[in-house]
């Protein structure tokens, strides 16, 4: 997908001005939440374990009467935000495909086919009858996107295009969501803003709208919806 950033530049963001950019803050409030993250992620894809299952499994204790791939997804959840911390906290996130790729190299391993690569074929999107971009033109549509990305100005709606960018184009054969949902954090967190955590409860009404938006050429709507679950989510640490 292409993106313009002149045209999302144009979204109003006077709402968005009840957070202010606190570095600290943001990086303690992630860390603090990252349980519940990890939880609410895994969930989203389908994931059986409840929050306290994998609050314990977390803390290194086996949990029984679920798939071993249950329990691997959690774990590559947790080790995969663990790593988005330590390039946050040693001032080394970037939006490059290295970061992107390395990510995913933790959140899809021994899941997808490949993992910290860009796949080599087509995937399917269930559905919807939106075609993934051809496998050549990955590389090329990452960078191109990138470019634009960086020149979104307001830092809450950079990290939202990013994670709906990346979701779009479906640059892995598994884990798109759950790797764009960490690049998208990881902007956030390295602006200084809370994260996003998309909760389980709300499954369907996000499962709708992303249906709506990979059949869709304007990726504005889906962009405004995620500002005004964001506000909603984060009201209570705005200043």
């Not at 249950?70 to 939006?95: A, G, H, M, P, T």
């Not at 499954?203 to 962009?223: A, Q």
Request: aromatic share 12%.
């Amino acid at each position: 997908m292409k993106l313009n950033s002149h045209n999302i530049n144009k979204i109003d963001t006077s709402k968005l001005s009840i957070f202010k950019s606190n570095l600290k803050l943001a990086f303690y409030l992630a860390k603090k939440d990252k349980i519940d993250f990890v939880y609410n992620t895994s969930a989203l894809e389908g994931n059986a374990m409840t929050y306290p299952e994998v609050q314990t499994l977390i803390e290194g204790v086996t949990v029984g009467g679920h798939k071993l791939s249950d329990e691997q997804q959690i774990l590559n959840q947790n080790r995969s935000v663990d790593y988005l911390f330590k390039l946050i906290q040693e001032k080394s996130f970037k939006l490059d495909i290295d970061t992107f790729t390395t990510l995913h190299s933790f959140v899809a391993r021994e899941e997808a086919l490949e993992w910290g690569v860009f796949r080599k074929s087509a995937v399917n999107i269930g559905g919807t009858d939106y075609e993934v971009p051809h496998a050549d033109l990955l590389k090329e549509i990452f960078n191109d996107g990138i470019e634009e990305i960086k020149k979104i100005a307001h830092p809450i709606i950079r990290a939202i295009t990013m994670f709906l960018f990346a979701a779009k184009c479906q640059f892995f054969y598994d884990g798109n969501k759950r790797t764009s949902r960490l690049m998208m954090n990881g902007i956030l967190i390295d602006n200084g803003y809370p994260i996003l955590n998309i909760k389980a409860k709300d499954r369907l009404e996000f499962n709708s709208m992303m249906v709506i938006f990979y059949d869709s050429d304007d990726i504005i709507p889906s962009i405004e919806y995620l500002i005004k679950y964001y506000i909603k989510q984060n009201k209570k640490f705005s200043v």
